[in-house]
């Protein structure tokens, strides 16, 4: 079963399906190319595609006259999770199975598709206007024999999901040693929820006036990542966060090139850092140049004796 939804304004409620079948050693998109062929539809006079499809180099481009750009794209679901690693044109058909295709767009190129603007009841046209996690962040801090604990409370007070949550935690001037610096890992808040992690943070104190060490929370939208700098210290647990989103600091980071770009060619790069927190004493900013692939191919770093604001 081949199932087609095309479109954004129908909200799922229109799915074209396909009954076909799978020879062997077919894969999926050879399923998807026999639909293509032309055949008689309703009368014998009318022939036409089953499935408008167009594919090049074994790559999907458009299905059903709807293009795949940078803007534009189909979601592929299959019931075969063992060739789900594959790349789609190589991947198996698989009897009695569905291959279910979604279209998705970004008309407003914020980064969030239409479906989800739509359904939250954001302006799908209007690129300030779109979904957004808001996380708050509370701290508690705890004593715990000759150390401390930190736990932290965490809200999501926005309307989308905030995922690939984590926290870190670092001595800004040395007056603390940190024992156990990360909290999460990958964590997920739905719109809405408030919980507080079992994971703690642990520091102790190298001398009895010391700075309290910094809480940094990063997670991750759409639109890329996050980072914010908790000053929210609590003293209940059981205090409501939600509106203290003015403790929450966004840490900054920018990355310019003077002159256009090149791929080919040397480039003189300039990178700004924020830093909304305490002065960091002795710190020091690496920069990591990495692959398309994900490979680090070279790292640098330069020293600080003081970083304030900006650098």
């Avoid at 709807?66 to 803007?71: A, F, G, S």
């Avoid at 690939?164 to 800004?172: F, R, T, V, W």
């Avoid at 002159?259 to 960091?280: D, K, V």
Wanted: hydrophobic share 35%.
């Amino acid at each position: 079963m081949v199932e087609i939804d095309d479109g954004v304004e129908d909200d799922n409620e229109s799915i074209d399906h396909y009954m076909t079948f799978a020879d062997y050693g077919e894969t999926y998109l050879d399923v998807l190319r026999r639909l293509n062929s032309e055949v008689p539809i309703g009368h014998p006079q009318n022939i036409r595609h089953e499935i408008e499809l167009t594919v090049e180099d074994n790559y999907i481009t458009s299905i059903v006259n709807k293009p795949v750009t940078e803007w534009s794209w189909w979601d592929i679901y299959t019931q075969d999770l063992e060739s789900a690693s594959e790349r789609f044109a190589d991947q198996p058909a698989t009897r009695r199975s569905r291959l279910h295709l979604v279209y998705n767009q970004d008309s407003d190129h914020d980064y969030y598709s239409d479906r989800i603007e739509r359904r939250i009841g954001t302006d799908r046209l209007d690129p300030d206007s779109h979904p957004s996690p808001v996380l708050v962040a509370g701290i508690l801090e705890e004593e715990a024999g000759d150390n401390k604990l930190i736990r932290l409370k965490l809200s999501n007070t926005g309307n989308y999901d905030a995922y690939g949550i984590d926290a870190i935690l670092y001595s800004p001037d040395g007056t603390t040693f940190v024992l156990d610096s990360l909290i999460g890992g990958g964590g997920r808040i739905e719109a809405g929820r408030t919980f507080i992690p079992d994971d703690t943070f642990q520091f102790a104190a190298n001398v009895d006036d010391y700075s309290p060490p910094v809480v940094l929370v990063r997670y991750n939208d759409p639109q890329g990542p996050h980072v914010l700098l908790s000053r929210l210290f609590l003293d209940d647990p059981d205090e409501n966060i939600d509106n203290k989103t003015d403790q929450m600091l966004a840490v900054q980071w920018s990355v310019s090139c003077s002159t256009e770009f090149s791929y080919y060619h040397s480039n003189w790069l300039s990178a700004e850092y924020f830093n909304p927190g305490p002065a960091i004493i002795d710190a020091s900013i690496t920069v990591y140049y990495q692959h398309t692939d994900g490979t680090i191919i070279d790292t640098e770093t330069s020293s600080l004796s003081r970083l304030n604001l900006w650098v």
